[in-house]
């Protein structure tokens, strides 16, 4: 009986030890009640059911969850200031310096655009349209302090202990953290890492000193200027993209492929509408140093890959090379929980360790999506299990993502490259199309590289195994067309579709054409 707790103005004398009596207790009882009262199993070796170690999207989900089902639970949270000495509040990568903020300059930057396109619509904007980066700056910095603050409210009203301090294991059952006031050491039931990682920095002169990551960008105190930005992956792509919308001078520094491990094809595409736009690339480069000037610039040095050396002045550089797991700083040695091959992340089989009561989830688990939403829904399945007697795991295939350049690329499932891999070039059809978004007729868009793209089987009703998409609000389209991807959809059910017309996402159930076939996939009209 211990989480007699779980209930509000209900108080016990004794613990309804008669068998009749317990039964006419329990009788009486909505399911929930007793879940919180079956649910939390704490004995006198623990404080806790589970300690969450980290506060990001889906530690927070797990935690939540977990007190919903009855457990008892804390969260430690501590947000280790980045070179430059940038800091934020609850709720981890996505909130402070990730998702929200990338989705709300994006959002900037297409407004800056559809200024521009007004004028075609017949509306009377003057030539002197301007934009201020520290009023942007300071709105999305008030829109994430609002959420850290309901993420603190809502983790009181829950009943979930928040810790701010970086937790430790001491053993396979106790962790440490030292806080503002004082030392902390709590025993659990189950452990959930949930800490995920932070960007990396090249090892180059000045890299450290005068370098920027995604963790500062966001809360940027001055305009960025001109920017030359290290690394092709999406959140480097993405931050140019919004930076050269927003009016700033921008290049990418491209080491060998732009957005690896998505579709190839659909990657050069994004480049090839980034240059359209201004964008600068620098393929096959590899930055030396980074120097700072008397007149306050940055002199970055670069070699390509025939080792000719070029140097230009920037005013910022975004290093934008990929992220590393927080799992070092958690020793976790001494809780005998081991980490995979690259030495930093864990090789967990349905969210559990080596350690069979220590769990981990989101950015810090080997060779899985590191997507918010991937994360959440781990986190909460994994609570539901534990505390909840399901037996639902999570599926980390067929899950969607969207990369926020200015023309947006949705996927979901295989890429070509992969399903070629694993089917075989015979035995999978590639249908792919160009199409012409009605709203960009009248103020004469490029529509060059608005494309989609099916990879399906080709045998039976051809099941699709993968879906991409490259045109405006590509994560709404490719949101819906992620559920039919879960329910087997084939290249027959989606020619069976009647589209919406006139829609961009109608594309996808007009799609006809083979590159096996050689046909021209460029449309006849905007009806074809």
Known sequence: MASVFCFKNVRFAAACTLKNSKFLFYKHLEPRQVRCLSNSKLSSDYDYDLV??????GGLAAAKEATNLGAKVAVLDFVTPSPLGTKWGLGGTCVNVGCIPKKLMHQAALLGEAIQEAKSYGWQIGNN???????????VQAHIKSVNWVTRVELRDKKVEYINGIGTFKDAHTVQTVTKQGERVLKARYFLIAVGGRPRYLNIPGAVEYGITSDDIFSLDREPGKTVIVGAGYIGL??????????????????????RGFDQQMANIIVAEMEDKGIKFLHKSIPKSVEKLDSGKLKVTWTNDVNQEFSDEFDTILFAIGRRALTKELHLENAGVKVAGDGEKIDAVNEQTN?????????VL???PELTPVAIHAGRLLSRRL?????????YDNVATTVFTPLEYGAVGLSEEVATTRFGEDHIEIYHAYYKPTEFFIPQKNITHCYIKVVALREG????????????QAGEVIQGFAAAIKCNLTVNALMSTVGIHPTIAEEFTRINITKRSGKDPNPASCCS
């Not at 350690?355 to 950015?363: E, L, M, R």
């Not at 099941?463 to 991409?468: I, N, T, Y």
């Open 461 to 472: 009703d051809q099941k699709v195994l993968g879906m991409h998409f490259i045109g405006p």
């Open 52 to 57: 969450v170690i980290g506060g990001g999207s």
């Open 355 to 363: 350690v069979p009561h220590i769990y981990a989830v989101g950015d």
């Open 129 to 139: 349209v301007s934009h201020n980066w520290l009023t942007l700056k300071d709105a």
């Open 366 to 368: 080997y060779k899985k």
């Open 238 to 259: 993405e931050c140019g993209g919004f930076l050269k919308g927003l009016g700033y001078d921008t290049t990418v520094m491209v080491r060998s492929v732009p957005l």
């Open 387 to 395: 505390f909840g007697n399901s037996t639902v795991n999570m599926d």
